[in-house]
């Protein structure tokens, strides 16, 4: 059972213009949301969080769009660059019940082209 | 400063074999996770470690998996009697608290022939 889906496997977009990653969820228990970057033969390492009581989250060229009533949120990268390209992984966290540690999907492999 | 590291970076083993994967989180941090990533799949939640609490093990995909963590700090993750499908790369990540962001490491690639 998956509870956090990203069910684009990958993702191409010119230089300059909008990405959008989305993300859906089935276990409504999550209380925040998070997006980790990957680079090959690297760990993730954190982008940017929402709470589960709001609806945006904005950091520079990254925002992250939640909508609770469809279990769904984005992250929009504007304006995408060459370097965004990697692997975004969305997570959920349950501060309730598990202590900490994150649902990961499966991630979406955005290629920003020149 | 130093991040988390992890060693091996990359390990292949024959089924069947032992073996023990380290963590070294970064300094201060109490809590400790492990994770994996096998192919075409997310990370997948191991094993938890929290300052000097039972860790959460509900992660383990079976017995042949188990990890400690020594003096609240260096982590080894131990697989027994390793299998094809173990094929993943391992990661730690560790944090200052419970609920604070996690830092991962680079993983460690382990291949079991």
């Known amino acids: 059972d998956q509870q956090v889906k990203q069910n684009s496997p990958s993702l191409s977009v010119q230089e300059g213009r909008i990405s959008i990653l989305n993300c859906d969820y089935t276990n409504s228990m999550f209380d925040y949301f998070l997006w980790y970057k990957k680079y090959p033969a690297e760990g993730p390492t954190f982008l940017i969080s929402?709470?589960?009581?709001?609806d945006k989250n904005e950091d520079g060229r990254f925002t992250v769009f939640l909508n609770k009533s469809a279990k769904h949120l984005s992250l929009h990268i504007v304006p995408s660059q060459p370097g965004d390209s990697a692997v975004y992984f969305c997570a959920g966290m349950n501060y309730g019940g598990s202590q900490g540690n994150l649902i990961f999907g499966k991630g979406t492999k955005l290629s920003v082209k020149p | 400063g130093a991040g988390v590291s992890q060693s091996p970076s990359n390990k292949v083993t024959e089924k069947g074999k032992d073996v023990e994967l380290r963590c070294d989180p970064i300094?201060?941090?109490?809590?400790l996770y492990w994770y994996r990533q096998s192919l075409g799949q997310g990370l997948e939640f191991l094993i938890y470690?929290?300052?000097?609490?039972?860790?959460?093990k509900s992660g383990l995909p079976s017995d042949r998996f188990s990890a400690e963590r020594t003096g609240g700090s260096v982590s080894t993750l131990t697989i027994q009697r390793t299998q094809q499908e173990d094929s993943a790369v391992y990661l730690c990540?560790?944090?200052?608290?419970?609920?604070?962001?996690?830092?991962f490491g680079p993983g460690t690639r382990l291949t079991v022939l």
């Open positions: 929402i709470s589960s009581i709001k």
């Open positions: 300094s201060g941090h109490t809590a």
């Open positions: 470690f929290q300052g000097n609490s039972a860790p959460d």
């Open positions: 990540a560790s944090s200052s608290g419970n609920y604070n962001e996690q830092f």
